[in-house]
Structures are given as C-alpha cells and as structure tokens.
C-alpha cells in the first residue's frame, strides 16, 4: 500500500494544524485535497503566543496582510525576550533578534567589544543594540537598516493570541479549499501488510480516509504514538521541567515590547504583553514544587486581576524516535516537547510543515525521503535542546536544589564544546541552517556570565584610541537611532489597533 498521494488528512486543529493546512493549500494547491479533522470538545493548548522572526518568512509565503493579521489576533510587536534571575537574583539581560554594532569581514563586532572589556572599559555588550535600546524605551517601528554609518536596524517578531491565530489561518484555510471535518476520533484503521494507516474512523461512524496523516492531535499523539507506537526519546534529564499552570490577567501600560522570562526557585515565568491582556505562565520542576505552589506562586506575581482560572498542564521533554513514521507525520506536540523559553514552538511547527513540503512523496512514500525528513527534523531538535539547556546550566544560582542541580547536569557534548570554543577564543559558529544566530549565542552566554577570554586578531589592527573611537561612534548612532523610534503603543495605534 504505496500509493500516490492525493489526500492529506490532518488530524487535529490549532495552531499546528491550522498553520500546516495553511501551508499545504497555499503551496501545493490543486495538486492535493486537504482535509482537516477536529472535535470542538476539544480544547487546544494556545498557550505559544510568543514568536522569534521566522514567523515573518510563514507569514509572507501565506500572503497574509501583516497589520491585518495583527488586528485579527490582538497582536504586539517583540524585539527580544528579556532573562531576569537567570544568572543570579537581580541581574538581567535580553536575547535580542538584532546585531550588535557593525560586524567586520571575518570578525564580529563582540570581538571588539571583548578586547575593551579585557582591557577595562566599561560598558555593556547591549549598549550597541538597537533592538536592546528600543525595547527598553518600549518602543517600535519599521527600520530596515540605519542610515548613519550603515547599521542595521530592528530585527522583530510577534506576540499574539493563539487561538485567535488558528481561527485566523482556519478561515484562510477554508477559503482556499481545505475541507474541515468536525468529529471526535475513536479508531485508526491500518493496513495489516504495510502498517500504513488507511482511515480515521469518527463517533458519528464516518471513515476519513487518506494516504498521508498528519498527526497534530498534540501531547496525545493519537497517530503517531497510539496507532503507530512510534517512541519517545526523553530529555528530562538535561531538561527537568515538567509541569506548567497558565492564566491571562488584564493588560497594563507601558505595553513592553519584549517578551520576560523571569526565573524562579524552581522554573520559569513567562509575561506576554498582548493588545487586550498579558499572557502568564509557570514552567517548573514537580519534584521541587507542587502544583498548588506554582499556582499561588504565579497568581502573586501577576500585573493585574486574572481573566480566567488557573490551567495547569504536564509534559515530557523530548522528541518522537521518528518524526516521520510509515505514512504519519507528526508536526506540534505531537511531535515532542521543549520548553517554550526561546519561543520556539510555533517555529517548531513552521518548520516541520515547510519540510514537509520540500519532502512531499510524488509517486508514493519513498523510505529514503521519510529518512532524510527525520534527519533533518531530528538536528532542529537538537540544537534547539542544546539552545534552552545552556540557560539552564549557565547559572550562577546557590539558593536553590533545582538551580545546583542544574549547574551539576552532563551536558551534551554538542553543547559543551561550543561553550569551551566561546569561552576560549570568543568564536561561535552557526551550524548548517539551525536556528539560532551567532548574536543569539553570544547573548546567552555573556548575559549568564561566559566571558571570551580571548578576541579575533583582526581586532588588534586597531590601536587604542581607534577602538574608542569605533565604539563610542557606534553607540552614539544607536542612541540617536532609538530616541527617533516611535513608542510601541503609538505603532500600533497607528496601523493595527483591534478593535
């Protein structure tokens, strides 16, 4: 049972659903019938309200209309995630989406920086970050590059209601021609001799048939894991979070245009500014923190009244043995789990749709195809993994287990030798196509206390007085360049205020 394949059932709705519909209408059109099955009793997690700039490139190969899309899902802008507790109580620092200063042939702008700290100037790496400098005046707005001195200028991305998202590519979706099927799944049906799956069978006895799934039915993994037994590979031990409780509270001002992360004794918060509330929620550790904790604990560090009762959810971090399994693909989380720190979750989902795409069978499912598609969706795990652990492990925390624990954890070896190349030499390279840059690396690792011992030679070719001269022109440009941007709250006013 190989054949060609001339429908795709997507099981389950959401945003990882609702985003590879989208996708799979969008690009393959005419050459396949997409059919969506979903039970509106239900609910979805729709807690991945924060996004990292990819989501611009999704949101342009859709044709969406940026202010539109906005409008439609209460949308802010983000120009970072900021990191508070992370290395120790009180101190902070962002991961930014821009650059820092100008970077040189060969050489990166932190290099010179790392030279003047060595040599004692004072003054952080973040004072040459327009994307920093905006953020923390809150403020927003279009800048492709900066005249003066040919910088570049602001890097962003989006907050933005989940569920109003999926609703949003729901109707776009419909539009062109994917056929939503309402309906509660009670049976797989699979090929005795292929293993293949041939049908869905919903309560009301309907048979949806197909010859490639797409399993977004989430933690369930109705296809992926209950019908196929795919396997889990499990991270919990670099990555011991495993419980969440979320809830909305009302909106406040200034409306901030970064996403917080704020650390506590056993996990994390996250803080979402969207145009009609905040977004809150508490990752942690159950072995340090009961559920009633996280939920007092959350609930007393809230910027104004709850909009909702607590949601408390489990998980396991990891990722399925196969991403790709006989002709089931699993995309979201049915997929695996990481945590969302980076915001990485609906980038997670937007990529694995896209290769899908790029992998689509033609004549029928090839195994060497299904190989290649895990190998490359294995690597993006991967890296992702190793991005969110070294928060984690780079602490400087004594005041709680969970924090000691974390500095004593093994990390992979992937992880520990990019640590040791930075540290050694301030050098960090970006990998094939993985998702996050050098400056995202660099940020990390400067803003938990990883300093580069040493600088690029290239750096030398300066005398002192022409390093002063550089950073103290860079920074003025980036000063000058901020105070002009517009406040966030004004932008949106202007061109996508929901109503």
Not at 100 to 128: N, T
Not at 245 to 271: F, K, M, N
Not at 305 to 333: E, M, Q, Y
Not at 436 to 463: C, K, N
Request: proline fraction near 3%.
């Amino acid at each position: 049972m190989n054949r060609k394949v001339d429908t795709v059932v997507i099981v389950g709705g959401g945003t990882a659903g609702w985003v590879t519909a989208a996708l799979l209408i969008k690009i393959l059109g005419n050459a396949v019938k997409v059919k969506l099955v979903e039970s509106d009793q239900i609910g979805i997690v729709g807690v991945g309200e924060a996004t990292i700039p990819p989501i611009l490139a999704l949101n342009r190969a859709l044709g969406l209309d940026e202010y539109e899309f906005l409008r439609e899902t209460r949308g802010t802008m983000k120009l970072g995630i900021e990191f508070e507790n992370w290395k120790k109580k009180g101190d902070s620092y962002m991961h930014t989406f821009g650059y820092f200063g100008k970077d040189f042939p060969f050489c990166g702008f932190h290099h010179f920086w790392a030279r003047g700290a060595l040599e004692g100037r004072e003054g952080s790496l973040w004072d040459y970050s327009l994307n920093y400098q905006v953020a923390k005046q809150n403020g927003f707005g279009k800048l492709d590059q900066i005249k003066d001195g040919n910088l570049p200028g602001l890097f962003y991305a989006y907050h933005f209601d989940a569920s109003l998202y999926a609703a949003y590519l729901r109707k776009f979706s419909e539009g062109l021609g994917v056929e939503r099927i309402e309906g509660l799944i009670t049976d797989t049906r699979i090929d005795a001799e292929s293993g293949f799956i041939e049908s869905v069978l919903l309560e009301d006895g309907t048979e949806v048939a197909g010859e490639l799934f797409v399993d977004c039915s989430g933690f369930r993994g109705l296809l992926i894991e209950q019908a196929l037994n795919t396997g889990y590979v499990d991270w919990t031990h670099w990555l011991p979070c495993d419980r969440a409780v979320a809830v909305p509270c009302e909106s406040v001002s200034p409306l901030i245009p970064y996403t917080r992360s704020i650390a506590h004794d056993a996990g994390w918060q996250w803080r979402i500014p969207l145009q009609h509330r905040i977004g809150n929620g508490l990752v942690y550790c159950s072995r340090y923190m009961s559920e009633q904790d996280a939920e007092d604990l959350l609930l007393s560090n809230l910027d104004g009244d709850p909009l909702a009762d607590p949601r408390h959810l489990r998980f396991r971090t990891g990722r399925r043995a196969k991403l790709w399994n006989r002709n089931c693909v699993s995309i979201g989380l049915s997929s695996g789990f990481l945590e969302p720190l980076e915001s990485t979750s609906i980038h997670l989902i937007q990529a694995a749709a896209i290769r899908l795409i790029k992998f689509f069978p033609h004549g029928g499912i090839n195994q060497s195809e299904v190989d290649e598609y895990n190998r490359q969706s294995i690597i993006d795990f991967e890296y992702i993994r190793d991005f969110i652990i070294l928060h984690y492990y780079l602490n400087e925390r004594d005041d709680t287990q969970f924090w000691r624990e974390c500095q004593r954890m093994e990390i992979p070896g992937s992880l520990r030798r990019r640590m040791e190349l930075f540290r050694d030499t301030g050098k960090i390279f970006r990998e094939q196509d993985e998702l996050f840059t050098e400056q995202a690396w660099q940020q990390v690792m400067i803003g938990q206390g990883l300093m580069p011992r040493d600088y690029h030679p290239l750096v030398d070719a300066l005398s002192e007085e022409q390093l002063d001269e550089l950073l103290c022109n860079v920074k003025a440009i980036i000063d000058k360049t901020a105070a002009g941007v517009p406040a966030h709250e004004e932008f949106l006013a202007k061109h996508c205020q929901a109503s």
